[in-house]
């Protein structure tokens, strides 16, 4: 698939743009506020029915002590009459009072704005996104300890058997194992729960029967079936493992011993083996993203130099020249400093977040948009006649690279929240005739902004030749994705590594051929 063209943006489903996330956080404050101004509504009603109460019992004890003598008064007579009239059924009015119509009205009007299912289950696979890639156990997790970061943040109980679920729902019972495992682990050491250990052991059993663990599916099923002998599902589980196991001893003629021990090693990552995917460079790809793996030696790094960029004499950068490093070799890439100012980031977000929607990529057999699992992310597309800072960006691109913005595409402006990633891929268009390129041509270069530091993750990696390019706010990275024969250079396939900590905010330009044939003229051979 091939990035989206500046169009046809679908609506997100994962809430994982911190930008908008941030907005839930004041949503939620905002209504613990009415909550409690629900909760001192209830509680000045309740002190006012116990008044009423305390004073109509002194009364009633003194009346019905003596009613004739009581009634004899006049006034108390009136009284009476007034109450019972008057009093009580104000009284009433005050019990039948609902204080939590404002609360609830409040609750309506942000509901619209709620992540939904989809939203919840996202976030899930984000963070088992991130625990693959930075290859973090669930405990590390549900502690809260995550690489450089130790907080208060916990996952209880209910939370781990959540996950687990999210990942059975979706057959994915690798890591149903691990989240499994770990909300039984926190209930027996104690953690309450609402859920129960027969829910868990009843999840975790087949799960585990499912990794082709027939011992250890044994052995869970057994404690679920000691816990609760009713469990229909559990004793027929039971029972036909029981069968698959001996059936699997007599194929292999071994000593036909059902009560084969299972392993007492806890389940964690390397248990059991994580099943492959689509993406054939998963290993490498995760391993940069991690910072292992690095292919620049000391050799290659010596002939990477850092120089001041004037454009080739470009009057704008005379006075003020670009500080210009290179990151890698071959391919060149270089990185630009101080190319952003915080005030320009500032402006840039501002500008995007309003129209910030879920990332789409197009499918190559359909020509269709849609969002996929490998970008998750959220932007927005900036046109430089909307705002002048857009309008000097472009133009200071334009002054850097040597290459003309006219036929590039718009500023896009992408933010990826926490577990927000673009596994690896190409820039350009590996379809000669793709019908979005015929006006302007390929995609001949990126110039990618970083407006963020990230806490953890978020590098920019190249799986080919084991480049990772760590985000700097307000500096920028380059690389042309053609060759001057207009060949794609496959080496520049590149992906976002996930965000474990932080927010990742950027911004791109892709510059195509046309308009380019004097600035980057073409090359001798296929490879230049």
Known sequence: MEETPPSHLSVCYLSLCTGQMTDLLYTEKELVQSLREYIKAEESKLAAVKSWATKLDALTRTSTADPEGYLGHPVNAYKLMKRLNTEWSELESLVLQNPSDGFISNMSTHRQYFPDEEDKTGAARALMRLQDTYQLDSEAFSKGKLPGVHSNVILTVDDCFDMGKTAYNDADYY??????????????????????????????????????DLPRAIELTRRLVAIDPSHQRAGGNLRYYERLLLKQFSEQNQAQDQDQPASEEPIQLGTYMRPKDHLPERESYEALCRGEGVQMTETRRSRLFCRYQDGYRNPRLLLKPMKEEDEWDSPHIVR?????????????????????????????????????????????????EEDPVIARINQRIEDITGLTVDTAELLQVANYGVGGQYEPHFDFSRRPFDSNLKLDGNRLATFL??????EAGGAT???????AIRPRKGTSVFWYNLFRSGEGDYRTRHAACPVLVGSKWVSNKWFHERGQEFRRPCGLTEVD
């Open 175 to 212: 890591h149903a194992v691990l989240w499994m495992q770990q909300a039984l682990k926190q209930l027996d050491d104690g953690e309450e729960a609402v859920i129960s250990k027969v829910e868990i052991l009843d999840y975790l059993s087949y799960s585990v029967y499912q990794m082709e």
């Open 336 to 384: 630009y400093l101080e190319m952003l100012s915080d005030k320009e980031i500032e402006k840039i977000k501002e500008l995007a977040k309003p129209r910030l929607a879920r990332a789409t990529v197009r499918d190559p057999k359909t020509g269709v948009l849609t969002t996929a699992n490998y970008r998750v992310s959220k932007s927005a597309w900036l046109d430089g």
């Open 449 to 454: 902004n970083y407006m963020s530091d990230v």
């Open 461 to 467: 990696v190249f799986p080919d030749f084991g480049a």
